[in-house]
Antibody, heavy 115, light 113 residues
């Protein structure tokens, strides 16, 4: 059974940093592109970015609103993908989901940005 | 960026009646070399992550009842729930995975009338 467990959310002040993790199991993680999607309170879904497999260079693509502030990385030995978020702004407050293959989603982790 | 526009924003349908949601993309999401539309539909219940219903515009995900169907091609797509059940009350989103960044429709809220 495929399982994605998101963690690392919390309350952070504007300008602060946070690192989210997504621990995967039940599939061959090293061959999967991994994606982060967020959802602000009461709003729709917003694609944050993705990381390709190591075979494909482990390169990342990031949405314009987070480019230069967020980075995505992966540790295939731990079957975990990370979202490093720096210079957080109030508009980054959301539930963050990791996902793979458009089908499998974590349960989400909430990020609150407030002074 | 490809802009995805859903309509309506919300609809209320009687139990057993048909619900129809539209999704329009600002450019085609059809790969003409494979004749595949890079379009998915999701359902999201309160407090839950999105659940994939349809991919490739019309391919039903395993376990999704056959009263839920996806259709369309190019820039215009439709999700139809042929006989609305109580468990269908949710938010519905379309997603294009043809180009980067991936983009979602703004969502359609389905309620019981």
């Amino acid at each position: 059974e495929v399982l994605l467990v998101d963690s690392g959310g919390g309350l952070v002040k504007p300008g602060g940093s946070l690192r989210l993790s997504c621990a995967a199991s039940g599939f061959n993680f090293s061959t999967a592109y991994m994606t982060w999607v967020r959802q602000a309170p009461g709003k729709g879904l917003e694609w944050v970015g993705r990381i390709k497999t190591k075979v494909d260079g482990a390169t990342t693509d990031l949405a314009a609103p987070v480019k230069g502030r967020f980075t995505i990385s992966r540790d295939d030995s731990k079957s975990t993908v990370y979202l490093q978020m720096n210079s957080l702004q109030t508009e980054d407050a959301a539930v963050y989901y990791c996902s793979t293959g458009h089908k499998y989603w974590g349960q989400g982790t909430r990020v609150t940005v407030s002074a | 960026d490809i802009v995805m526009t859903q309509s309506p924003d919300s609809l209320a349908v009687s139990l057993g009646a048909r619900a129809t949601i539209k999704c329009k993309s600002s450019q085609s999401v059809l790969d003409t070399s494979t004749n595949q539309n890079y379009l998915a539909w999701y359902r999201q219940r309160p407090g839950q992550p999105p659940q994939l219903l349809i991919h490739w515009a019309s391919v039903r995900e395993s376990g999704v009842p056959d009263r839920i169907t996806g259709s369309g091609s190019g820039t215009d797509f439709t999700l139809t729930i042929s006989s609305l059940q109580a468990e269908d009350v949710a938010l519905y989103f379309c997603l294009q995975y043809y180009g980067l960044p991936r983009t979602f429709g703004q969502g359609t809220k389905v309620e019981i009338k």
